[in-house]
């Protein structure tokens, strides 16, 4: 072993110890009563998430698809989203979801499902860290996985030529394999002509934009504010501008440019940009209650939480109430224990502004 990467596997093992020293202490402090006040529930209290879950891996996959055919396209969208990512890290991938490929070898759930596994398997497996910290054979895992997620999706589109899902999955590969923009461009050309206003599509061709990615905030900010004048009020791809602006503030984190982000959402035109497309979204503010919807809220009310304006970021988490999400507060460096469980950060705003917590 070379002395450079003896101190590397120094490092990587002393991070470890310390992380797992730090979880350990989370643990005590959250049976001792010092854990967060607000505790996430990412099936955002369906109760149809515990039965998909239970059906997955008890494969019955009748019993899924029942709850799938009957679900609207959002709640569909979040239902293979969520249970695409159970139980899967860097070296294990559950069997249940070749299992039902092999079972039902027609059907556009499954392999849907099943290709968005393997994007999340490849995740893990690369990291989510910067690209001079992947190892080639980290690099290696993560592309066999991507383009084994990439064959799921064609064979989607080869069984039901309508679904736009696919293409969010080919959008997401691509921003991580790095293909033509042409290609990517495409892909979302395809998306749309299938589900013209599909969030979920227009995020994630909004983050392969992104500066980290190899796009550039211009190419980002484009699409977010050429789509929001393109689309009428009371649309949800108006919030394309909170979301690109989350992007522009975490990219100054990642260039170490500290000061810009510390002040990045103390200028008044990126408040005033972000509270406009609020209005816009929700005209008549009176948000609804989808996953979509809850996750644009959260993103809202970060920013303004951020900002320091206080009423809006008050108005938004009390209309909120227990329904945070992960994203985006796992972004904020407080509380302490928050890079551990980003439900401090979300408890933590709840207490600065003087809320009453929620039952």
């Given at each position: 072993m070379s002395i450079v990467n003896f101190f590397r596997e120094f490092d990587t093992h002393f991070i470890n110890g310390i992380h797992k020293s730090l979880a350990f202490s989370y643990k005590i402090g959250k049976k001792l009563g010092f854990g967060p006040k607000i505790v996430f529930d990412d099936t955002l209290g369906?109760?149809?998430?515990?039965?998909?879950?239970?059906?997955?891996?008890?494969?019955?996959?009748?019993?899924?698809?029942?709850?799938?055919?009957?679900?609207?396209?959002?709640?569909?969208?979040?239902?293979?989203?969520?249970?695409?990512d159970e139980d899967t890290t860097a070296?294990?991938?559950?069997?249940?979801?070749?299992?039902?490929?092999?079972?039902?070898?027609?059907?556009?759930?499954?392999?849907?499902?099943?290709?968005?596994?393997?994007?999340?398997?490849g995740w893990e497996a690369r990291g989510s860290g910067v690209s001079s910290t992947v190892s080639s054979g980290m690099a290696e895992q993560f592309f066999l996985r991507l383009l084994a997620a990439q064959q799921s999706f064609e064979r989607v589109m080869q069984l039901d030529d309508s679904n736009p899902e696919p293409y969010i999955g080919m959008i997401t590969i691509e921003m991580g394999i790095s293909y033509e923009q042409e290609s990517l461009w495409e892909n979302f050309v395809q998306l749309k002509k299938r589900s013209l206003n599909h969030y979920n599509g227009h995020s994630a061709m909004?983050?392969?934009?992104?500066?980290?990615?190899?796009?550039?905030?211009?190419?980002?900010?484009?699409?977010?504010?050429?789509?929001?004048?393109?689309v009428p009020p009371g649309s949800p791809l108006?919030?394309?501008?909170?979301?690109?602006?989350?992007?522009?503030?975490?990219?100054?984190?990642?260039?170490?440019d500290e000061e810009t982000q510390q002040n990045y959402f103390f200028q008044k035109e990126v408040i005033q940009e972000i509270i406009e497309s609020y209005n816009l979204c929700f005209p008549n503010n009176d948000p609804g209650d989808d996953p979509d919807t809850i996750e644009i809220l959260n993103n809202y009310a970060f920013c303004l939480f951020q900002g320091?304006?206080?009423?809006?970021?008050?108005?938004?988490?009390?209309?909120?109430?227990?329904?945070?999400?992960?994203?985006?507060?796992?972004?904020?460096?407080?509380?302490?224990?928050?890079?551990?469980?980003?439900?401090?950060?979300?408890?933590?705003?709840?207490?600065k502004l003087g809320l009453i917590i929620p039952k």
């Open positions: 369906d109760k149809n998430i515990p039965l998909l879950l239970k059906h997955l891996k008890n494969y019955q996959w009748q019993q899924i698809n029942e709850i799938l055919q009957e679900a609207n396209d959002i709640c569909r969208s979040f239902y293979i989203g969520y249970i695409a070296k294990f991938r559950p069997d249940y979801f070749n299992a039902w490929v092999k079972a039902e070898p027609n059907n556009p759930f499954a392999h849907l499902t099943n290709g968005f596994n393997l994007i999340n398997w909004l983050i392969s934009l992104a500066e980290k990615w190899g796009g550039s905030s211009q190419a980002m900010f484009s699409l977010a504010r050429n789509t929001s004048k393109q108006h919030a394309l501008i909170v979301e690109a602006h989350i992007e522009e503030w975490l990219h100054y984190s990642m260039i170490d320091k304006v206080e009423d809006g970021a008050s108005e938004l988490l009390t209309k909120l109430g227990r329904r945070g999400t992960s994203s985006p507060w796992c972004y904020m460096d407080e509380p302490f224990y928050n890079f551990l469980d980003s439900s401090y950060a979300y408890s933590y705003a709840f207490e």
